[in-house]
Protein backbone atom coordinates (compact mmCIF):
# COMPACT_ATOMS: atom_id res chain seq x y z
CA UNK A 1 0.00 0.00 0.00
CA UNK A 2 1.18 3.67 -0.74
CA UNK A 3 2.54 5.28 2.40
CA UNK A 4 1.77 2.26 4.34
CA UNK A 5 3.15 3.30 7.62
CA UNK A 6 4.89 0.59 9.96
CA UNK A 7 4.96 -0.17 13.35
CA UNK A 8 7.54 -2.53 15.43
CA UNK A 9 5.42 -4.11 17.97
CA UNK A 10 7.99 -5.14 20.93
CA UNK A 11 5.75 -7.48 22.85
CA UNK A 12 7.19 -11.10 24.42
CA UNK A 13 3.71 -12.52 25.04
CA UNK A 14 2.62 -14.12 21.70
CA UNK A 15 -1.43 -14.21 22.46
CA UNK A 16 -1.24 -10.51 22.79
CA UNK A 17 1.00 -9.75 20.40
CA UNK A 18 -0.90 -12.00 17.83
CA UNK A 19 -4.09 -9.89 18.79
CA UNK A 20 -2.23 -6.82 18.17
CA UNK A 21 -1.00 -7.35 14.83
CA UNK A 22 -4.52 -7.96 13.79
CA UNK A 23 -6.04 -5.10 15.42
CA UNK A 24 -3.48 -3.02 13.29
CA UNK A 25 -3.42 -4.58 10.50
CA UNK A 26 -6.91 -3.96 10.28
CA UNK A 27 -6.05 -0.58 10.51
CA UNK A 28 -4.22 -0.70 7.70
CA UNK A 29 -0.86 -0.66 9.45
CA UNK A 30 2.23 -2.60 8.53
CA UNK A 31 3.71 -4.51 11.37
CA UNK A 32 6.90 -6.35 12.42
CA UNK A 33 6.81 -8.10 15.86
CA UNK A 34 10.14 -8.53 17.81
CA UNK A 35 9.44 -10.70 21.43
CA UNK A 36 12.08 -9.04 22.79
CA UNK A 37 14.01 -5.69 23.88
CA UNK A 38 17.45 -6.88 22.71
CA UNK A 39 15.99 -8.21 18.95
CA UNK A 40 14.14 -4.79 18.92
CA UNK A 41 17.37 -2.66 19.30
CA UNK A 42 19.06 -5.28 16.97
CA UNK A 43 16.87 -4.86 14.28
CA UNK A 44 16.66 -0.49 14.85
CA UNK A 45 20.43 -0.77 14.62
CA UNK A 46 20.41 -2.82 11.23
CA UNK A 47 18.44 -0.71 9.85
CA UNK A 48 16.66 -3.69 7.84
CA UNK A 49 13.76 -2.44 8.67
CA UNK A 50 12.08 1.13 8.21
CA UNK A 51 10.25 1.79 10.64
CA UNK A 52 7.87 4.85 11.59
CA UNK A 53 6.34 4.30 15.36
CA UNK A 54 7.08 1.74 17.82
CA UNK A 55 4.48 -0.02 19.88
CA UNK A 56 6.28 -1.24 23.37
CA UNK A 57 5.28 -3.55 25.90
CA UNK A 58 7.03 -2.25 29.09
CA UNK A 59 7.20 -5.50 30.92
CA UNK A 60 9.40 -8.10 28.61
CA UNK A 61 9.98 -10.69 31.07
CA UNK A 62 14.22 -11.51 30.95
CA UNK A 63 16.84 -9.30 29.61
CA UNK A 64 15.89 -5.50 28.26
CA UNK A 65 12.34 -4.04 29.87
CA UNK A 66 10.85 -2.23 27.37
CA UNK A 67 12.17 1.47 28.86
CA UNK A 68 15.47 0.13 28.75
CA UNK A 69 15.22 -0.85 25.11
CA UNK A 70 13.45 2.55 24.27
CA UNK A 71 16.26 4.48 25.93
CA UNK A 72 18.72 2.47 23.82
CA UNK A 73 16.35 3.07 20.52
CA UNK A 74 16.22 6.32 20.91
CA UNK A 75 20.17 7.11 21.54
CA UNK A 76 20.16 5.66 17.80
CA UNK A 77 17.50 7.43 16.28
CA UNK A 78 14.68 9.70 16.51
CA UNK A 79 10.98 7.38 16.53
CA UNK A 80 7.86 7.90 18.20
CA UNK A 81 7.72 4.89 21.05
CA UNK A 82 4.24 4.45 22.54
CA UNK A 83 4.33 2.08 25.81
CA UNK A 84 2.13 -0.71 25.98
CA UNK A 85 1.43 -1.79 30.17
CA UNK A 86 -1.06 -3.60 32.44
CA UNK A 87 -0.01 -0.75 35.05
CA UNK A 88 -1.90 1.53 36.53
CA UNK A 89 -1.32 5.44 35.22
CA UNK A 90 0.94 6.34 38.21
CA UNK A 91 3.38 3.12 38.19
CA UNK A 92 3.61 4.45 33.87
CA UNK A 93 4.22 7.92 34.91
CA UNK A 94 7.10 6.53 37.41
CA UNK A 95 8.92 3.97 34.96
CA UNK A 96 8.67 6.31 32.12
CA UNK A 97 8.94 10.43 32.74
CA UNK A 98 12.75 10.06 32.05
CA UNK A 99 12.05 9.13 28.28
CA UNK A 100 10.94 11.14 25.21
CA UNK A 101 7.71 8.86 25.17
CA UNK A 102 4.95 9.83 23.01
CA UNK A 103 2.19 8.35 25.87
CA UNK A 104 1.37 4.97 26.66
CA UNK A 105 -1.99 2.82 26.20
CA UNK A 106 -3.29 0.10 28.64
CA UNK A 107 -3.39 -3.15 27.27
CA UNK A 108 -6.38 -4.66 26.02
CA UNK A 109 -7.53 -1.11 25.43
CA UNK A 110 -10.47 -0.75 23.08
CA UNK A 111 -8.87 -0.72 19.24
CA UNK A 112 -10.27 2.65 18.85
CA UNK A 113 -8.86 4.02 21.95
CA UNK A 114 -5.47 2.34 20.13
CA UNK A 115 -5.83 3.72 16.78
CA UNK A 116 -6.76 7.23 18.16
CA UNK A 117 -3.25 7.51 20.53
CA UNK A 118 -1.17 6.21 17.85
CA UNK A 119 -2.79 8.74 15.14
CA UNK A 120 -2.01 11.65 18.25
CA UNK A 121 1.34 10.00 18.49
CA UNK A 122 2.08 10.81 15.00
CA UNK A 123 0.85 14.31 14.87
CA UNK A 124 2.89 14.87 17.97
CA UNK A 125 6.24 13.92 16.49
CA UNK A 126 5.54 15.41 13.20
CA UNK A 127 5.05 18.60 14.85
CA UNK A 128 8.14 17.87 16.62
CA UNK A 129 10.30 17.44 13.99
CA UNK A 130 8.72 20.73 12.12
CA UNK A 131 9.77 22.43 15.15
CA UNK A 132 13.20 20.89 15.27
CA UNK A 133 13.51 21.50 11.59
CA UNK A 134 12.70 25.54 12.19
CA UNK A 135 14.96 25.56 15.13
CA UNK A 136 17.57 24.55 13.20
CA UNK A 137 17.29 26.89 10.48
CA UNK A 138 16.99 30.15 12.63
CA UNK A 139 20.70 28.65 13.81
CA UNK A 140 21.70 28.58 10.37
CA UNK A 141 20.27 31.99 9.89
CA UNK A 142 21.64 33.32 13.21
CA UNK A 143 24.92 32.12 12.46
CA UNK A 144 25.07 33.41 8.27
CA UNK A 145 23.94 36.55 10.07
CA UNK A 146 27.16 36.90 12.39
CA UNK A 147 29.66 35.84 10.09
CA UNK A 148 28.36 38.66 7.78
CA UNK A 149 28.20 41.32 10.42
CA UNK A 150 31.95 40.03 11.23
CA UNK A 151 32.86 41.07 7.86
CA UNK A 152 31.70 44.19 8.02
CA UNK A 153 34.08 47.07 8.68
CA UNK A 154 31.91 48.68 11.23
CA UNK A 155 30.21 47.48 14.22
CA UNK A 156 26.68 46.14 13.83
CA UNK A 157 24.04 46.83 16.45
CA UNK A 158 20.45 46.43 17.84
CA UNK A 159 19.35 48.91 20.63
CA UNK A 160 16.28 48.27 22.39
CA UNK A 161 13.94 51.27 24.30
CA UNK A 162 11.81 49.60 26.29
CA UNK A 163 8.09 51.57 27.46
CA UNK A 164 9.41 52.12 31.01
CA UNK A 165 12.04 54.01 30.05
CA UNK A 166 15.26 51.16 30.04
CA UNK A 167 17.26 50.33 27.08
CA UNK A 168 19.79 47.99 25.68
CA UNK A 169 21.71 46.38 23.25
CA UNK A 170 19.90 43.12 22.32
CA UNK A 171 23.18 42.68 19.45
CA UNK A 172 26.33 43.89 19.04
CA UNK A 173 28.83 42.30 16.77
CA UNK A 174 32.57 41.47 17.61
CA UNK A 175 33.43 44.06 15.62
CA UNK A 176 33.25 46.60 19.39
CA UNK A 177 36.42 44.99 20.24
CA UNK A 178 38.29 44.99 17.32
CA UNK A 179 37.11 48.81 16.34
CA UNK A 180 36.79 50.14 19.33
CA UNK A 181 38.41 48.22 22.13
CA UNK A 182 35.11 47.58 23.60
CA UNK A 183 33.19 44.50 25.06
CA UNK A 184 31.12 42.62 22.40
CA UNK A 185 28.75 41.19 25.24
CA UNK A 186 26.82 44.39 26.37
CA UNK A 187 23.84 42.04 27.62
CA UNK A 188 25.96 40.88 30.55
CA UNK A 189 27.55 44.32 31.37
CA UNK A 190 24.64 46.17 32.22
CA UNK A 191 26.01 48.80 29.05
CA UNK A 192 24.90 52.34 30.36
CA UNK A 193 23.86 54.31 27.36
CA UNK A 194 26.36 56.74 26.68
CA UNK A 195 28.54 55.10 29.55
CA UNK A 196 32.00 55.33 26.85
CA UNK A 197 31.34 58.33 24.71
CA UNK A 198 33.85 61.25 25.52
CA UNK A 199 32.94 64.08 27.98
CA UNK A 200 32.70 66.84 25.65
CA UNK A 201 30.54 64.82 23.58
CA UNK A 202 28.12 62.78 25.91
CA UNK A 203 25.66 65.75 26.16
CA UNK A 204 25.11 66.06 22.45
CA UNK A 205 25.08 62.11 21.94
CA UNK A 206 22.54 61.69 24.77
CA UNK A 207 19.96 64.49 23.25
CA UNK A 208 20.46 62.93 19.59
CA UNK A 209 19.38 59.53 21.08
CA UNK A 210 16.19 61.40 22.97
CA UNK A 211 15.67 63.32 19.92
CA UNK A 212 15.14 59.88 17.98
CA UNK A 213 13.77 58.04 20.27
CA UNK A 214 10.59 60.82 20.94
CA UNK A 215 10.43 61.49 17.21
CA UNK A 216 11.58 58.09 15.96
CA UNK A 217 12.91 59.60 13.69
CA UNK A 218 16.74 58.32 11.94
CA UNK A 219 19.37 58.64 14.27
CA UNK A 220 22.96 59.81 13.15
CA UNK A 221 25.92 61.17 15.22
CA UNK A 222 29.41 61.77 14.93
CA UNK A 223 31.48 61.99 18.13
CA UNK A 224 34.32 60.19 20.42
CA UNK A 225 34.23 57.25 22.45
CA UNK A 226 36.63 55.71 24.62
CA UNK A 227 37.94 52.11 24.46
CA UNK A 228 38.81 50.28 27.36
CA UNK A 229 42.65 50.99 27.23
CA UNK A 230 41.60 54.52 27.56
CA UNK A 231 42.02 55.08 23.50
CA UNK A 232 40.05 58.20 22.12
CA UNK A 233 38.59 57.24 18.61
CA UNK A 234 36.17 59.04 16.31
CA UNK A 235 33.30 57.41 14.99
CA UNK A 236 30.18 57.68 12.94
CA UNK A 237 26.67 56.28 14.28
CA UNK A 238 23.59 55.68 11.97
CA UNK A 239 20.46 53.71 12.84
CA UNK A 240 16.90 53.28 11.74
CA UNK A 241 13.97 52.88 13.74
CA UNK A 242 11.20 50.44 13.54
CA UNK A 243 8.52 49.09 16.59
CA UNK A 244 8.40 45.60 17.54
CA UNK A 245 6.40 44.44 19.80
CA UNK A 246 5.46 46.92 22.58
CA UNK A 247 9.51 48.31 22.38
CA UNK A 248 11.44 51.13 19.84
CA UNK A 249 14.31 48.87 18.05
CA UNK A 250 16.81 50.62 16.12
CA UNK A 251 19.25 48.73 13.76
CA UNK A 252 22.72 50.35 12.82
CA UNK A 253 26.01 50.76 12.42
CA UNK A 254 29.20 52.78 13.90
CA UNK A 255 32.22 52.73 11.63
CA UNK A 256 35.39 54.37 13.16
CA UNK A 257 36.26 57.72 11.21
CA UNK A 258 39.81 59.46 10.57
CA UNK A 259 40.86 62.82 10.53
CA UNK A 260 40.04 62.83 6.65
CA UNK A 261 37.27 61.70 6.96
CA UNK A 262 35.64 63.90 9.74
CA UNK A 263 37.10 66.78 7.37
CA UNK A 264 35.35 65.60 4.29
CA UNK A 265 32.27 65.18 6.59
Not at 85 to 107: D, F, L, N, P, W
Not at 175 to 204: C, M, Q, T, V, Y
Request: aromatic share 8%.
Amino acid sequence: MVNQKTILLVEDEYLIAHLNIKILENMNYEVVHCNSGESALDLIQTKNKKVDLILMDIDLGEGMNGTKTAESILQLTELPILFLSARSEKEMISQTETISSYGYVVKNSEPNVLKASIKMAFRLFEAHQKIKSQNSKLEESKKMFIDMTDNVPGVIYQFRFRPDGSSYFSFISSKAADIFGLPNDPLSKHWELGKNIHEEDRERFLKSVQKAVLEKSKWEFEGRIHSISGEVNWFLGKSIPSIIGDELVFNGIMIKISKEERIRN
